[in-house]
C-alpha cells in the first residue's frame, strides 16, 4: 500500500504538522508514503515538493483577477499529477488545496480515471462553498443551496463573482470520486451533511497535540514581566483580528481591573501594536513550542474568543499545560472542553467572557490536576492512528 498526502506545507503551520505526524506513523507500520506540497521548505525525507512560490503568488493573482478560485493553476497540478503517477498511489489523502496549489477539476480527472480512494480532511468550509472557508461572522447560509452574490467576494476576486459557478463546478469535478471527508469537529461534520457533499461518508477525527511538548513547563516568565500578584489572561493566535477576537481583548483590557490583571497575547505584530493598552503584554512570536507551553502553564486562564473556528488545536495546548479555558460557543471551540476544565459562553457575549474569567482566576474551578487529565485525551499519536486504521481497511478490501 502506498499512500500519497497533499497538503500546501510540509512540517510547518497546523496542517503540514498533522501531515509529518501521519506520515511518522505510516512509516513505524512498514507503510510506504510521501507528502506532497508547494509552499515553503521542509527537510523532512518523505516531503516532496510540486511547485515554488513564486508560481503560487502568480496564479494567486490570476485567481483575483480572474475569479476562478481553486480551477487556476493548471502548471501547478499538472507538475503534481506527473509526481503522483512517479509512485502509483494507492489512496491519497487531501488536507489543504486552496492555497492556489491546486486546479480541482484536473486532480479529480486524475484520480476518477486511475480508480484512487481519496480521503479529504476538512480544516475548513472551503471544499463546499463558492469561495469562502467560513461563513459565520457574515452569517451566510447560501453554501446550502448554491453560492451566489457572495458577500465575501472581494476578498477573493477583486473584479467577478464567481461564486454559483465555483460552487457548480465544485460539484462536478468531485461527483463520482470514491470519496470519504474527514473532519476534525462534529460542527463541520453537521455542516458537511447539510451541504453538496452529504451523500459522502464524513467521519470524524479529532486534531491532537504532542503532549510531550505542551504539559506543565515551569518558566521566570511571571518575574520577567513582573506579573508576580496578578492574574494573567492568555491568548494565542496567529493572524490577530476581529475574527480572532482581538477587540473583546481590548474591551476586556479596559474592564479588567488593572491592579489584579494582565492580559498578554501571544503571535502580535507591528500592526497590532498600535491597538493595544498598556494593560496588555504583546509577544510577536515564541522561540520555540516549548517556550510557548510555559507561557500556557503560567496564565490563570486562556481566552479564546474567536468568531470563526474548526478545531483550534491552542485550546488543547492550555489544558494540556494545566490551564483551563473560556471560549465563545463558535464553532468546534467548545468540543474539546468538558465541565472540569473550562467554560464556554455565547459568541459575541463579552459580559460573559469577562465574568467567567473573573470566576476562573478567583474561585479556582478547574483544578490542574483536572485539566491534565483531560488532556490526556488530546495525544496526537492516538488521534493520527485513526488515520492508520482507515488505511488499512481501504487496503484490506
Known amino acids: 500500500m502506498i499512500i500519497a498526502q497533499?497538503?500546501?506545507?510540509?512540517?510547518?503551520?497546523?496542517?503540514?504538522?498533522?501531515c509529518v505526524s501521519v506520515s511518522e506513523l505510516l512509516s513505524k507500520s512498514g507503510i510506504e508514503n510521501y507528502i506532497f506540497y508547494s509552499a515553503g521548505s521542509s527537510d523532512y525525507p518523505l516531503g516532496i515538493k510540486y511547485s515554488n512560490e513564486t508560481a503560487?503568488?502568480?496564479?494567486?493573482?490570476?485567481?483575483?483577477?480572474?475569479?476562478?478560485y481553486g480551477f487556476e493553476?493548471?502548471?501547478?497540478?499538472?507538475?503534481?499529477?506527473?509526481?503522483?503517477?512517479?509512485?502509483?498511489?494507492?489512496?491519497?489523502?487531501?488536507?489543504?488545496i486552496h492555497s492556489h496549489n491546486c486546479n480541482l477539476k484536473m486532480l479529480f480527472?486524475?484520480?476518477?480515471?486511475?480508480?484512487?480512494?481519496?480521503?479529504?480532511?476538512?480544516?475548513?468550509?472551503?471544499?463546499?462553498?463558492?469561495?469562502?472557508?467560513?461563513?459565520?461572522?457574515?452569517?451566510?447560509?447560501?453554501?446550502?443551496?448554491?453560492?451566489?452574490?457572495?458577500?465575501?467576494?472581494?476578498?477573493?476576486?477583486?473584479?467577478?463573482?464567481r461564486s454559483a459557478y465555483l460552487y457548480n463546478k465544485k460539484m462536478a469535478a468531485i461527483k463520482g470520486v470514491g470519496l470519504t471527508i474527514i473532519t476534525p469537529s462534529k460542527w463541520l461534520a453537521d455542516l458537511v451533511k447539510k451541504s453538496f457533499l452529504k451523500d459522502f461518508p464524513v467521519k470524524v477525527i479529532n486534531n491532537g497535540i504532542d503532549l510531550n511538548i505542551f504539559k506543565p513547563t515551569e518558566s521566570g516568565f511571571r518575574e520577567k514581566y513582573a506579573l508576580e500578584n496578578k492574574y494573567i489572561v492568555l491568548g494565542v493566535a496567529f493572524g490577530w483580528g476581529k475574527r480572532k477576537g482581538l477587540d473583546v481583548?481590548?474591551?476586556?483590557?479596559?474592564?479588567?481591573?488593572k491592579e489584579k490583571y494582565k492580559i498578554v497575547l501571544v503571535g502580535t505584530d507591528d500592526s497590532v501594536d498600535k491597538l493595544l493598552s498598556d494593560n496588555i503584554i504583546s509577544i510577536h512570536r515564541t522561540q520555540n513550542q516549548t517556550e510557548l507551553a510555559a507561557i500556557y502553564t503560567t496564565a490563570d486562564v486562556f481566552a479564546n474568543p474567536t468568531r470563526e473556528e474548526n478545531y483550534?488545536?491552542?485550546?488543547?495546548?492550555?489544558?494540556?499545560?494545566?490551564?483551563?479555558?473560556?471560549?465563545?460557543?463558535?464553532?468546534?471551540?467548545?468540543?474539546?472542553?468538558?465541565?472540569?476544565?473550562?467554560?464556554?459562553?455565547?459568541?459575541?457575549?463579552?459580559?460573559?467572557?469577562?465574568?467567567?474569567?473573573?470566576?476562573?482566576?478567583?474561585?479556582?474551578?478547574?483544578?490542574?490536576?483536572?485539566?491534565?487529565?483531560?488532556?490526556?485525551?488530546?495525544?496526537?499519536?492516538?488521534k493520527f492512528r485513526e488515520y492508520i486504521r482507515l488505511y488499512e481497511v481501504e487496503n484490506d478490501e
Open 312 to 382: 483550534p488545536t491552542v485550546n488543547m495546548e492550555a489544558v494540556a499545560c494545566g490551564t483551563p479555558v473560556v471560549t465563545f460557543n463558535t464553532g468546534g471551540s467548545p468540543e474539546m472542553l468538558d465541565e472540569t476544565c473550562g467554560a464556554v459562553v455565547a459568541k459575541d457575549d463579552t459580559d460573559a467572557m469577562y465574568n467567567e474569567i473573573i470566576r476562573i482566576c478567583e474561585t479556582k474551578p478547574y483544578s490542574k490536576d483536572d485539566c491534565l487529565k483531560r488532556a490526556e485525551g488530546f495525544d496526537k499519536n492516538e
Open 56 to 68: 503560487v503568488k502568480f496564479q494567486t493573482l490570476v485567481s483575483r483577477i480572474f475569479g476562478n
Open 109 to 161: 480527472s486524475h484520480i476518477r480515471k486511475n480508480s484512487i480512494k481519496v480521503y479529504w480532511t476538512f480544516h475548513d468550509c472551503w471544499a463546499f462553498t463558492g469561495y469562502c472557508p467560513y461563513f459565520d461572522m457574515i452569517g451566510c447560509d447560501k453554501w446550502r443551496t448554491g453560492c451566489r452574490s457572495c458577500p465575501q467576494r472581494k476578498q477573493y476576486s477583486w473584479f467577478f463573482d
Open 249 to 257: 481583548f481590548i474591551e476586556l483590557a479596559n474592564r479588567l481591573d
Open 73 to 96: 493553476s493548471k502548471g501547478i497540478t499538472k507538475k503534481l499529477i506527473n509526481e503522483l503517477e512517479k509512485i502509483k498511489p494507492d489512496i491519497i489523502h487531501i488536507h489543504n
Open 6 to 18: 497533499i497538503n500546501a506545507t510540509c512540517g510547518v503551520g497546523s496542517t503540514g504538522k498533522i
